[in-house]
């Protein structure tokens, strides 16, 4: 059946909730795991599954995205799959750049020939792995227009999300996008036991679609809406449309906020992480032909590295290291995720930085780094403090921000020598 499915990968809005994260690039390239990138956890479900036909629609900061899928999705000639940018254009018929999740189908509708059955619609910045080929059967089977990927949450976290009711079928029956808290408990549902155990009790979208090609093609027609969560999908449900909950019982994460994205990360450092990066599904990223990494007279527990770093730390601890980080002597890295740089500095570079009395690209000496994100080709001088906690209120700094108790420094900020932030 992969010759009937195209997948639209959702290339995401302005991000803000990730900010500085998503400064000067999109939230599916946020780099994840020490050397991944966001955008392909959903790509890789995809190959996986079999899916090789691919669009990505791209609008905000989108050139370091592009540059990631040029560089890094490339088949044979043999091949008839593609994974291919739909950036938000302007035209004759629409002057408009993409007004929310809807309207960015709708505009690239255009593009989707009538080879395709099925229309599989994702997002670019969630954490999960899974099997798409059961998703799709799923929707063959119970001869579905519309089906929507679903996963049970407590009631904190139901209040950001599509919450759902179906019946015994599977057919969703009622739909309402972020309900508040006081009407939650009509919208309780038949879950497993574990999760009623977990107070899991609420099926929320996990913003994951399959839609009969002539159904979404009919909707567009029939619905002005910008959104599937807002407008679409309740329309849809209400006008008689057989949809669908399937309903995935495994690890699924919406990287929304710097919280969610922290704890993620560190997740992958646990002995037995709900993500599992070691399974028969790889996640498929850009071949960067690195040089392994070089760890001497560290002490490492829980922490996983990316390729080409250089390690002479005094500790490291409950980290995440992304590609070429170089961290000197004496330093101490607990409880943070170091995103690594995009180039190494020649010898020659260091000497000249140390004549000029300019700071290395890396972490210097006697570092202390707690709670950290530092976005790539940060520069940390020797004796730097950067300690993150609750105690720390929210801001935003000419070189770090502060989220939730986060210290997150940004993309290409140099830290003086001495520096304390804490």
């Not at 004549?355 to 950290?372: D, Q, W």
Request: charged share 20%; with cysteine.
């Amino acid at each position: 059946m992969s010759h009937s499915v195209i997948s639209i990968v959702l290339g995401g809005g302005r991000g803000t909730r990730l900010f500085p994260l998503t400064y000067s690039r999109s939230k599916p390239a946020v780099p994840i795991a020490g050397k991944y990138r966001l955008v392909d956890i959903p790509i890789s479900n995809c190959l996986n599954a079999g899916y090789n036909k691919i669009l990505v629609l791209t609008q905000f900061n989108s050139a370091s995205l592009n540059s990631h899928i040029k560089n890094t999705y490339h088949f044979d000639i043999f091949s008839r799959g593609f994974v291919d940018i739909l950036a938000a254009e302007q035209n004759v018929e629409n002057e408009q750049w993409y007004q929310g999740t809807a309207d960015a189908v709708r505009q690239s509708m255009k593009h989707i020939t009538d080879e395709y059955d099925y229309v599989l619609i994702l997002s670019g910045d969630q954490l999960y792995q899974m099997d798409f080929r059961e998703l799709i059967e799923f929707h063959c089977e119970n001869k579905g227009d519309i089906t929507v990927a679903t996963i049970p949450v407590n009631a904190k976290d139901a209040t950001g999300f599509g919450i759902l009711k179906s019946d015994e079928n599977n057919k969703i029956t009622s739909f309402v996008e972020k309900p508040a808290f006081d009407v939650l408990q009509d919208w309780k549902s038949e879950v497993s036991e574990k999760n009623h155990a977990e107070g899991k009790e609420f099926l929320a979208s996990m913003g994951i679609y399959v839609f009969n090609k002539k159904v979404l093609t009919k909707l567009f027609e029939e619905d002005p809406g910008d959104d599937f969560g807002k407008d679409l999908i309740p329309n849809a449900i209400t006008n008689g449309y057989n949809t669908l909950s399937f309903q995935y019982d495994g690890y699924w994460t919406d990287i929304g906020t710097i919280e969610s994205f922290f704890e993620a990360n560190m997740d992958l450092t646990a002995e037995m992480p709900k993500f599992n990066l070691f399974s028969h599904s790889p996640i498929f990223t850009r071949a960067r032909m690195l040089p392994p990494s070089k760890i001497n007279g560290s002490y490492v527990s829980k922490a996983i590295f990316g390729d080409g770093c250089i390690i002479l730390a005094d500790k490291i601890e409950n980290a995440v290291i992304g590609n070429r980080t170089r961290i000197d002597t004496g330093s101490s890295i607990i409880n943070s995720y170091i995103m690594g740089s995009d180039y190494y500095e020649d010898t020659e570079s260091l000497k000249m930085n140390i004549a000029n009395g300019n700071v290395n690209l890396g972490i210097g000496k006697y570092c202390f780094i707690e709670r950290a994100i530092l976005d790539k080709n940060c520069r940390i001088g020797n004796h730097v403090k950067i300690i993150g906690g609750n105690h720390m209120p929210d801001g935003d700094f000419d070189t770090y921000s502060v989220k939730d108790g986060i210290v997150v420094v940004k993309k290409g900020a140099t830290i003086p020598d001495g520096t304390h932030i804490a």
